[in-house]
């Protein structure tokens, strides 16, 4: 494979792809398990089995995706057939997720269960192959940290959208109801995200390999080098160990904000300024990477992280102002992981390929993606289990010891997660030299 360099026309039209998927993404992440507690009423308990159940059959079908996506071939390429295919029923399932049906009981239980394993199965089928194009489009390292900026800085902007945007969306088109509310967002939210992936279906291009699918290593032999891949082991342990200690923070700010600050009209203004100045620092964190190198940005990022939790637990926070400034500090920390995790990811790709002659594309990021979301669902579980153990109930006033509870998870528990990835990092090996080498190396054997 010969290394290509792709225009800011490609970079940008694959880039914002990611706007589309991180509609679906944080408007999960940030409002489903509020949905399940405030909207339509059941216990932050059950509300955490149902989002940690769908989290789980979205890690196990995500290998699978993976595996079968890289052995398709058409003439669109391996990929992007099934973003093509599978972007009008993911829409359809958000609005059908943000729906709150007329049901009670264990009918209303099931019926919530069966519509978010509806809406992972979909959103399996567009966001792995879409993730993948990553190391189909080019395999220079430094091209890859420009593409990877791209898609990114879209993500970030399809964040900052749902953040700022969601709650005040909610409101605007419910007028008291949010229920009716919540439905609007799932439509234009599904609207919005079917016409961007049309966009980045029609301006990406996937590379043509020597070999076809009958040559392509057994799921077995998959399986081996992605175990004998120490760098991405280190990878993915980082982002695996950041993202579920994290969500300790990320789904209780709504719950903080509302119950401990009663600043509920305001959550778009402060989910926003965490997500807008994640977004404006991506730029600061690829400049920095391309030079001092991913790890060194990596370790950057969670010092300022870091820093941000330990301030945000101590400070006694009373007014809007010091919360926004603490927010915005812890922003612009969480604006590298991003950038810097998929950027390092496709690099431990060719290490793989160079340490066993198996290369893996979207059986790697399958096998990412199902231990991360695997990860993300016991840290669901754990947190509705957490909430009922402090004594959190939803519309309710909350008691000082439960909201004295609620900071101290929100803030320790992805401290450790921090930690823990700050010194794995320490141990990451590839640069830019050496995947250069790497590279060369590869195409002498393959010559």
Request: hydrophobic share 50%; glycine share 8%.
């Amino acid at each position: 494979m010969n290394k290509l360099s792709l225009s800011n026309k490609v970079r940008a039209g694959y880039g914002i792809g990611d706007f589309a998927i991180c509609l679906y993404w944080s408007g999960v992440g940030l409002y489903l398990l509020y949905f399940y507690t405030d909207v339509i009423g059941i216990s932050p308990l059950l509300a955490g089995w149902i989002y940690a159940l769908g989290i789980a059959w979205d890690a196990v079908t995500d290998p699978f995706m993976g595996y079968i996506a890289e052995r398709t071939r058409t003439k669109m390429g391996s990929y992007r057939p099934y973003m093509f295919y599978g972007s009008i029923p993911l829409a359809f399932s958000f609005v059908l997720l943000f729906w709150a049906p007329p049901f009670e009981g264990n009918l209303l239980f099931f019926f919530l269960l069966i519509v978010n394993l509806f809406h992972r199965s979909c959103f399996t089928i567009v966001s792995v192959p879409y993730s993948s194009l990553t190391a189909r489009m080019t395999d220079d390292s430094d091209e890859r940290t420009k593409l990877t900026t791209a898609r990114m800085i879209a993500a970030s902007f399809g964040t900052l959208s749902m953040s700022a945007l969601g709650f005040p969306i909610v409101a605007w088109y419910g007028e008291g109801n949010e229920a009716l509310g919540f439905v609007f967002l799932g439509a234009i939210s599904g609207l919005i995200a079917l016409v961007v992936l049309g966009v980045t279906i029609k301006s990406v291009q996937e590379r043509q390999f020597k070999f076809n699918k009958e040559s392509l290593p057994s799921f077995s032999k998959v399986t081996k080098s992605v175990a004998n891949n120490y760098p991405f082991w280190i990878v993915f342990s980082s982002i695996l160990i950041l993202g579920s200690t994290s969500i300790m923070f990320n789904k209780n700010l709504i719950y903080y904000v509302k119950y401990a600050l009663d600043m509920h009209d305001s959550q778009g203004l402060i989910l926003g300024v965490l997500s807008a100045t994640a977004f404006l620092s991506i730029p600061f964190w690829s400049f920095l990477a391309l030079k001092i190198g991913k790890k060194n940005a990596w370790l950057g990022s969670m010092t300022i992280l870091f820093s941000g939790l330990i301030i945000f637990y101590l400070y006694p926070i009373k007014g809007i102002s010091e919360l926004l400034i603490i927010l915005g500090f812890i922003g612009i920390g969480n604006g590298a992981t991003g950038v810097l995790f998929w950027s390092m990811l496709p690099d431990t790709i060719e290490y793989g390929e160079w340490k066993t002659g198996i290369r893996t594309e979207s059986s790697l990021y399958g096998f990412m993606t199902f231990a991360q979301k695997g990860a993300i669902a016991v840290a669901a579980l754990s947190l509705g289990w957490i909430l009922t153990i402090i004594e959190f109930t939803p519309n309710t006033i909350q008691s000082i010891e439960t909201i004295e509870n609620l900071k101290f998870i929100m803030a320790w528990i992805p401290i450790a997660g921090i930690f823990i990835s700050f010194i794995l990092v320490c141990f990451y090996p590839i640069d830019s030299s050496f995947h250069k080498k790497l590279i060369e190396e590869i195409n002498e054997k393959s010559e």
